[in-house]
C-alpha cells in the first residue's frame, strides 16, 4: 500500500485497466482456483456463511440511526456500511493472518458479501436489480464452475490449473498496491464525513459479529475470521456504483477513502487482538 501510495503521488496513474482486470480476470481466476481445490470444503464453512450474512445485515440495521442523527441519506451511506473492502483489503490480510485456510474462508466470505451487493446494494444506490449482470459477472461464473468442479469430483489437467493458478496470485498484490494509488485521493475538505464511516462501518459490523458468536459453532480460525471480515472498511465498490446512479458520489469516496485510511489503525488493533 505504501509503495502504491508513492507511486501514485509521483506519477498519477490512470489505475482503470489494472481494476478491470483485476476484476475480469485475476480475481475470477482466484475464485475459481480456490473453490475448485481439493482441499476446499464448502460444507466446512457453512457457519461461516451464515455468520457472514449475519454481519451484512446486522451492520445496516445498527448503521440505520446514524443517518437520522447526521441527516445522512441512508442510500448512499448504508451500502458503505454493509458491504465492505472484504476484496482489496480482506484476502491480503487474510493470507497474512490465516495462511491458505483464511483465503479459502475469506472467498467465500466475498461471495456472499458480492451476491448481495450487486443486488440489494444495487437496488439501495440506484432502485433497480440488474440479475443479468449478476449471472453474467466473471466472479459468479468462475464461483458457478469452480463448485462444479469441486462437487462433481472432476478432475481438471494441470496444465489448466496451473496458469489459473498464477492468474490467481496476482490478486493480493495488485489489490494492496491499487489501495494505496487510491489513498491519493483522500479529499481532507470532506474529513469528516469520511471519519463518520471509519467509525461506524467497523463498529456496525463489529457489533453482531461478536453478538454471534455466542449461538453459532465456529472453530477459532473462524472466529478470528468473521471478526477481522467485520472490522473491514467500506468496500471501492460502492464509489463505482454510487458513481453509475449518481447517488452522491463525493460523500460516497469520502466514506470509502477515509474509511480504508483509518482502517490500518482498526485492522491492526484488530490483528492484534486475534494474536
Given at each position: 500500500?505504501?509503495?502504491?501510495y508513492?507511486y501514485?503521488?509521483?506519477?498519477?496513474?490512470d489505475?482503470?485497466?489494472?481494476?478491470?482486470?483485476?476484476?475480469?480476470?485475476?480475481l475470477?481466476?482466484l475464485?475459481?482456483?480456490v473453490?475448485?481445490?481439493?482441499n476446499?470444503r464448502?460444507l466446512?464453512f457453512?457457519?461461516?456463511?451464515?455468520?457472514?450474512?449475519i454481519v451484512v445485515?446486522?451492520?445496516g440495521?445498527?448503521?440505520?440511526p446514524?443517518?437520522?442523527?447526521?441527516?445522512?441519506h441512508?442510500?448512499s451511506f448504508l451500502p458503505?456500511?454493509m458491504f465492505?473492502?472484504?476484496?482489496?483489503?480482506g484476502?491480503?490480510?487474510?493470507a497474512?493472518a490465516?495462511?491458505?485456510?483464511g483465503?479459502?474462508?475469506m472467498?467465500?466470505?466475498?461471495?456472499?458479501s458480492?451476491l448481495f451487493?450487486?443486488?440489494?446494494?444495487?437496488?439501495?444506490?440506484?432502485?433497480?436489480?440488474s440479475?443479468s449482470?449478476?449471472?453474467?459477472?466473471?466472479?459468479?461464473i468462475a464461483?458457478?464452475?469452480g463448485?462444479v468442479?469441486?462437487?462433481?469430483g472432476?478432475s481438471?489437467?494441470?496444465?489448466?490449473?496451473?496458469?489459473?493458478g498464477?492468474?490467481?496470485?496476482?490478486v493480493?498484490?495488485?489489490?494492496l498496491?491499487?489501495?494505496?494509488?487510491?489513498?491519493v485521493d483522500?479529499?481532507?475538505?470532506?474529513?469528516g464525513?469520511?471519519?463518520?464511516?471509519?467509525?461506524v462501518?467497523p463498529?456496525s459490523?463489529?457489533?453482531?459479529?461478536?453478538?454471534?458468536?455466542?449461538f453459532?459453532?465456529?472453530?477459532p480460525?473462524?472466529?478470528?475470521?468473521?471478526?477481522?471480515?467485520?472490522?473491514?472498511?467500506?468496500?471501492?465498490?460502492n464509489f463505482?456504483?454510487?458513481?453509475?446512479?449518481?447517488?452522491?458520489?463525493a460523500q460516497?469516496a469520502?466514506?470509502?477513502?477515509?474509511?480504508?485510511a483509518?482502517?490500518?489503525?482498526?485492522?491492526?488493533?484488530?490483528l492484534?487482538y486475534?494474536?
Open positions: 500500500m505504501l509503495v502504491g508513492i501514485g503521488r509521483i506519477c498519477r496513474p489505475l482503470k485497466s489494472v481494476n478491470q482486470a483485476t476484476l475480469y480476470v485475476f475470477p481466476a475464485v475459481f482456483d473453490l475448485s481445490g481439493e476446499f464448502i466446512d457453512r457457519w461461516l456463511a451464515l455468520g457472514t450474512l445485515f446486522g451492520s440495521i445498527i448503521a440505520w446514524v443517518t437520522w442523527i447526521k441527516r445522512i441512508w442510500r458503505c456500511m465492505n473492502n472484504c476484496g482489496n483489503l484476502l491480503p490480510l487474510a497474512l490465516f495462511g491458505d485456510t483465503i479459502q474462508a472467498v467465500l466470505m466475498f461471495l456472499v458480492n451487493h450487486f443486488t440489494l446494494g444495487v437496488w439501495i444506490f440506484g432502485g433497480v436489480v440479475f449482470g449478476l449471472l453474467l459477472s466473471p466472479v459468479n464461483t458457478i464452475a463448485l468442479v469441486n462437487l462433481s472432476f481438471v489437467p494441470q496444465m489448466v490449473l496451473e496458469p489459473i498464477l492468474l490467481g496470485q496476482i493480493i498484490p495488485i489489490m498496491f491499487a489501495l494505496g494509488v487510491r489513498m483522500v479529499n481532507f475538505s470532506q474529513l464525513d469520511g471519519l463518520i464511516a471509519a467509525v462501518c463498529f459490523g463489529l457489533v453482531p459479529a461478536i453478538t454471534i458468536l455466542y453459532i459453532p465456529l472453530d480460525l473462524q472466529t478470528g475470521m468473521l471478526i477481522l471480515f467485520a472490522g473491514l472498511p467500506p468496500a471501492a465498490l463505482l456504483i454510487a458513481e453509475q446512479y449518481n447517488r452522491d458520489p460516497v469520502a466514506y470509502v477513502l477515509v474509511g480504508n483509518m482502517s490500518v489503525f482498526v485492522m491492526t488493533g484488530l492484534w486475534l494474536f
